[in-house]
């Protein structure tokens, strides 16, 4: 296994758990939206360019709403 592999599997790995704790926290939903940019950095590096385009757009997904959590969240008071 090269270091490019273990980087997605990694960055794939980081993914999997940040969605399954989405739930629990909104900072889960920015740390799922930064592994998606690991993921697409991933993606490009090994040569699988759609790969990394669809992160990066997962990434984006992921940030429009963790903020609209942390907006929902402000206005529950829950900060």
Same mark, same amino acid.
């Given at each position: 296994?090269? %270091?490019?592999?273990?980087?997605?599997?990694? !960055?794939?790995? &980081?993914?999997?758990?940040?969605? !399954?704790? $989405?739930?629990?926290?909104?900072?889960?939903?920015? !740390?799922? &939206?930064?592994?998606?940019?690991? +993921?697409?950095?991933? +993606?490009?590096?090994?040569?699988?360019?759609?790969?990394?385009?669809? $992160?990066?757009?997962?990434?984006?997904?992921?940030?429009?709403?963790?903020?609209? %959590?942390?907006?929902?969240? !402000?206005?529950? +008071?829950? $900060?």
């Amino acid at each position: 296994m090269n %270091l490019l592999t273990v980087f997605g599997l990694f !960055a794939v790995t &980081a993914m999997v758990i940040c969605y !399954a704790l $989405e739930q629990r926290h909104a900072l889960f939903t920015l !740390a799922f &939206a930064f592994s998606c940019v690991l +993921g697409s950095a991933y +993606g490009f590096l090994q040569g699988a360019w759609p790969f990394g385009v669809v $992160e990066l757009i997962w990434s984006g997904i992921a940030v429009r709403k963790w903020f609209k %959590l942390k907006s929902t969240s !402000a206005v529950r +008071g829950d $900060e």
